[in-house]
């Protein structure tokens, strides 16, 4: 048996009309063990279930934000940049993978979008809808902590990383408004604000609104890389 195999969304930059990503993804997959194969930017669903047949699990990263017509809502002013493109890749890839009870992980963007898939909803920008004394755009560096999480008390993500409360790096503008139903929070910031939430009855589908990938050294960074590849590795074979 070989590694297990992680597709990774590939981050889009408009400016240079290019696919990119940040190292930190495809390491944290590497020291658990894991081949991280970097996805080509694709809706087609041929591509996609060839891809389906390919991947143990997936990776979804940070990136943009999530176009609000996707929870139904007007895109606001204080709203950024969105790329259709990755929004409709992602999309159709999610609910394919869901399907086939493929291992997922998302970061960041990625807990975000798990949420819009479901059926939830996002704030567009935390400072103007959601103001408070937390900051969750912490300026660089990116490897230390800007606040503290707390982990659900029984969830698998406190089992996982204990009992907390877990310091963290934090770099986002947007964040979880209405939970979807289903999917349970596991860890809030000290605003309230989810933090962390997981699928229940699904394999492995767990989204994190932090940046393990830009603190690999911290141990509960790369317990997360490592439950996905280990989830992935034990899915069986793929179709």
Known sequence: ????????????????????????????IARAGGLPLVLPLTSDEASLAQILGLCDGFLFPGGHDVDPGRYGEETAAHCGPVCAMRDEMEARLFAAALAADRPMLGICRGLQLFNVLLGGTLYQDLPVQRPGAVCHEQRPPYDRAALRVTLAPGGPLRELLGAGPLPVNSYHHQGVKAIAPGFVPAAHAEDGLVEAAVLPGRRFVWAVQWHPELALEEASSQALFGRLTAEAASAGGRD
């Not at 070989?2 to 390491?27: A, F, H, N």
């Open 1 to 28: 048996m070989g590694k297990p195999q992680i597709g990774v969304v590939p981050l889009w930059d408009e400016t240079r009309d290019s696919l990119w990503m940040l190292p930190g993804y495809l390491e944290g």
